[in-house]
């Protein structure tokens, strides 16, 4: 499990822009098992559990979207 916590970021170099406050949380986990005589790890991922809305900062006055929330899965085998 992840937590992050941002303040509000001053987003121009003129002060008058800035980014609100926000609180991310990403949680995972993993199950190992045998696939056949191999073995095998699968990993799930959720991001942005909370689907919170806002934008990164990329510059002064350069912003990104943040991902919504989004679930991963891998599957990893040995052989």
Do not use: C, E, H
Not at 24 to 37: A, I, P, S, T
């Amino acid at each position: 499990m992840t937590v992050s916590d941002s303040g509000a970021i001053t987003a121009t170099v003129d002060n008058r822009v800035a980014i609100p406050p926000r609180t991310l949380v990403d949680v995972g986990g993993r199950y190992r098992f045998k696939l056949g005589d191999n073995p095998a790890t699968l990993r799930l991922a959720l991001s942005n559990v909370f689907d919170a809305y806002g934008f990164d900062l990329r510059g002064a006055g350069a912003y990104d979207i943040i991902p919504g929330r989004v679930v991963s899965a891998y599957l990893s085998v040995d052989f």
